[in-house]
């Protein structure tokens, strides 16, 4: 089965995880915490010298936004129209592994895919040289962080917050792994025009799946016919995604695929938060390109 060294690969990373408490498991690199179970600073100075291709497809998103439902879609793309299955021997974020993995990666064929939670000042400078196509999935700032705290707390081995008001203090002031959602929300919003990247939300996703599969293969280059595009919207629904995830992801396939829904945030989310939530958007994003197209005010208020 190809993709059992990738459910190792997963599962290697939680058995770390186990017995180690939150201030174990973060470290703390060029000024953003990050998991030390699948990052190191060894691993981020290889990194820099990472050799991107122009065919690279580069998907980005902040944690919990939904990336591993579309590295399925863009894998099935490749399997569908290019007749070929990539083995998944790696893990596919860039970020996460030993520091001989980009000399493995060497060796992939075209077109890999390249999956990060990177803050696009940390993403390779060779991805944009080269001008590998870059897709980037956003995902309301309240879903993101509820999800993000569900799969802290769930995961049985990953080291879990005491509490949902202490993890929303650490997301609110970036203490979690991968750093701030709005720094790197600012950030993107800057290159949102950018030639060769494309920024999509997990929410147009949710509401048109096969215009959001259309989307996808046009801005790769697939030639995938309406047929085509059909057969892998009706595999990347979330509840058929969540059937095969333990297939497809060992242990941390449910954990990864919990929901899939909008506006699960309800649930955790006081009147307090709400506001500070509410107020850090506008101070970050009122008023901008990416601030429109996340729908703040449909998808994040009562």
């Not at 060294?5 to 990373?13: D, L």
């Not at 690199?29 to 291709?53: H, I, K, W």
């Not at 720094?183 to 290159?191: E, F, I, L, P, R």
Request: aromatic content about 12%; some cysteine.
């Amino acid at each position: 089965m190809s993709d059992k060294k990738f459910v190792e690969e997963i599962e290697k990373a939680l058995e770390k995880s186990k017995g180690l408490n939150l201030s174990e498991l973060l470290f703390s690199y060029q000024g953003t915490v990050y998991p030390a179970t699948v990052c190191s600073a060894e691993t981020f100075q290889a990194l820099e010298n990472f050799e991107s291709r122009k065919d690279d497809l580069v998907l980005v998103s902040y944690p919990k936004c939904g990336i591993n439902w579309l590295i399925q879609i863009v894998n099935d793309l490749i399997a569908t129209t290019l007749k070929t299955k990539h083995e998944n021997t790696e893990l596919p974020f860039i970020e996460c592994g030993d520091p001989e993995k980009y000399q493995r990666m060497k060796q992939f064929p075209s077109p890999r895919i390249v999956a990060t939670h990177l803050h696009y000042n940390n993403i390779p400078k060779s991805i944009f040289k080269n001008k590998a196509k870059v897709l980037v999935l956003f995902r309301n700032p309240k879903d993101a962080a509820a999800s993000f705290f569900h799969f802290h707390n769930n995961a049985p081995s990953i080291p879990s917050y005491n509490s949902w008001d202490e993890f929303f203090s650490a997301f609110m002031d970036g203490q979690v792994a991968w750093g701030s959602y709005f720094d790197q929300a600012v950030t993107w919003n800057k290159h949102i025009d950018d030639e060769n990247v494309f920024i999509l939300t997990y929410e147009e996703l949710k509401e048109d799946l096969l215009a959001g599969v259309k989307r996808i293969a046009e801005f790769f280059g697939f030639a995938a016919t309406a047929e085509q595009i059909k057969s892998i919207a009706s595999r990347a629904a979330f509840q058929a995604v969540r059937a095969r995830s333990q297939e497809t992801h060992g242990v941390a396939g449910p954990l990864l695929f919990r929901k899939g829904v909008v506006g699960d945030w309800k649930s955790l989310f006081d009147e307090a938060q709400s506001q500070a939530m509410e107020a850090k958007f506008e101070e970050c994003l009122a008023g901008t390109k990416l601030g429109a197209k996340l729908k703040y005010d449909v998808y994040c208020k009562v």
